[in-house]
C-alpha cells in the first residue's frame, strides 16, 4: 500500500502570511493527488486534484503543486475562513488512503 | 446539483451490525463510482472501500474485509454499506462520497455518526 505522510502535523500562521503545507507518498504516485479542506464538524471538501488543478468555487489563493513522490499545497494569503484540517489523498491505487492531516490555526 | 444524503444516526451494541444508506441524485447514478470514508472522533479520515454503481464491483480496504458490505439499489439510486461484528472502535462518522473524472472525491455526503456502546 501506499503510505502518505503529511507535514506539519499542526501549523499556526497570521493572517495574511503564505502556507505550505507538505505531503510525501512512499512511492510515485505520478500527479495523482488531491488535497481536501475540512471543518470541525463538517464533510471534507475537494480543494486540489490531479496534483494541481483547482476544483471549481475554490479560492485562488490556494493552489497545489508537486509530483512524484512530492506534494505541496500552498495558501498564498492566509484568512481567518481557512482554519481548518487539510489532508491529502493518492488516488492513483486503491486503497485510496489519506494523509494525517494538517491542522491549520490562526 | 449533485446530492449524497445519508441516513441518520446509529446506535449500536458490540457484536451487532449496522447498515448505512446514501441517496444519490442531480446526476446519473450509474456514472461515478462511490466510496465511504469514515473518522474516529478526533482522528483522521479512513477510506473503507468503494463500490461501482454501474456493476458489480465492490473494493474495500484490507482493515474491513470479511466484516464490509457494499451494495447499491439503481432504482433508487441508493449504496448501502453494511459493517458487522462492530467494536467500540467503529465508533466514526461515516461518509459516502463520489468521485470525477479524475478519481478525486468531489461530493461528499453529511456524514452518519455511528456509535457502538454497550
Known amino acids: 500500500d501506499i503510505q502518505l505522510t503529511q507535514s506539519p502535523s499542526f501549523l499556526s500562521a497570521s493572517v495574511g502570511d503564505r502556507v505550505t503545507f507538505t505531503c510525501r507518498a512512499s512511492?510515485?504516485?505520478?500527479?495523482?493527488l488531491a488535497w481536501y479542506q475540512q471543518e470541525p464538524g463538517k464533510a471534507p471538501k475537494l480543494l486540489i486534484y490531479?496534483?494541481?488543478t483547482l476544483q471549481s468555487g475554490v479560492p485562488s489563493r490556494f493552489s497545489g503543486s508537486g509530483s512524484g513522490t512530492d506534494f505541496t499545497l500552498t495558501i498564498s494569503s492566509l484568512q481567518p475562513e481557512d482554519v481548518a484540517t487539510y489532508y491529502c489523498?493518492?488516488?492513483?491505487?486503491?486503497?485510496?488512503?489519506f494523509g494525517q492531516g494538517t491542522k491549520l490555526a490562526i | 446539483q449533485v446530492q449524497l444524503v445519508q441516513s441518520g444516526a446509529e446506535v449500536k451494541k458490540p457484536g451487532a451490525s449496522v447498515k448505512l444508506s446514501c441517496r444519490a441524485s442531480?446526476?446519473?447514478?450509474?456514472?461515478?463510482?462511490l466510496h465511504w470514508v469514515r473518522q474516529a472522533p478526533g482522528q483522521g479520515l479512513e477510506w473503507v472501500g468503494m463500490?461501482?454503481?454501474?456493476?458489480?464491483?465492490?473494493r474495500y480496504a484490507q482493515n474491513f474485509q470479511g466484516r464490509v458490505t457494499m451494495t447499491k439499489d439503481t432504482s433508487t439510486s441508493t449504496v448501502y454499506m453494511e459493517l458487522s461484528s462492530l467494536r467500540s472502535d467503529d465508533t466514526a462518522v461515516y461518509f459516502c462520497?463520489?468521485?470525477?473524472?479524475?478519481?478525486?472525491?468531489?461530493?461528499w455526503g453529511q456524514g452518519t455518526l455511528v456509535t457502538v456502546s454497550s
Open positions: 512511492q510515485g504516485i505520478g500527479r495523482y
Open positions: 489523498q493518492q488516488l492513483t491505487s486503491h486503497p485510496y488512503d
Open positions: 463500490i461501482n454503481p454501474s456493476g458489480v464491483s465492490t
Open positions: 462520497a463520489r468521485t470525477s473524472w479524475f478519481g478525486e472525491f468531489s461530493h
Open positions: 490531479s496534483a494541481s
Open positions: 442531480g446526476y446519473t447514478f450509474s456514472n461515478f463510482y
